[in-house]
């Protein structure tokens, strides 16, 4: 009986510690994700269109040459803070009319040590998450390298969570 309370403890500790967690008791069929397909293809033609996705304008942000990337970012962001306060302000539901909840997060010097790499990784291979199948899409089957080491790389990263200071 102890072992279930412990692991039970361990587990909502560690959802507290992710960024989404999601307790919808919702289910769907397997044509309901077609929207997010839709949504996807929509937001690859934008990031395709908007340079987003250019390994140029990626390398003109981090040597410090144009405001591009720094533009559309930092519009994110105010969109971001806007639609959180938004929806904190009014209490606004999902579409299905489930509650949003924020979770507060606690601030460990791994956040400064993931961001570097992150930050490298990008610099590097001029590519981050969100844009890499975009990248692929158009024909930059060289990123499939770029996907694959980002995979593999959160695959050790869960294998060693728990032996990594947090």
């Known amino acids: 009986m102890q072992q279930n309370n412990t692991t039970k403890d361990d587990l909502e500790i560690r959802s507290l510690d992710t960024m989404c967690v999601n307790e919808s008791k919702l289910e769907h069929r397997w044509y309901h994700n077609l929207k997010y397909l839709l949504l996807g293809i929509f937001f690859g033609i934008v990031f395709t269109k908007a340079e987003v996705i250019s390994w140029f304008r990626i390398q003109e942000m981090f040597r410090l040459q144009s405001f591009h990337m720094y533009g559309i970012i930092g519009s994110a962001i105010l969109v971001a803070m806007i639609s ?24 460990n010097k791994g956040q400064i040590y993931g961001g570097l790499i992150f930050g490298f990784g990008w610099a590097v291979t001029g590519a981050c998450p969100g844009p890499l199948f975009a990248q692929i899409g158009t024909g930059a089957t060289a990123i ?19 032996k990594l200071p947090h």
């Open 144 to 162: 499939v390298v770029t996907l694959l080491s980002a995979i593999a790389g959160t695959w050790v990263y869960g294998y060693f969570r728990e």
């Open 84 to 107: 959180i306060w938004l929806i904190k302000k009014f209490n606004i539901k999902t579409i299905y009319g489930e509650e949003i909840v924020f979770h507060k997060k606690e601030f």
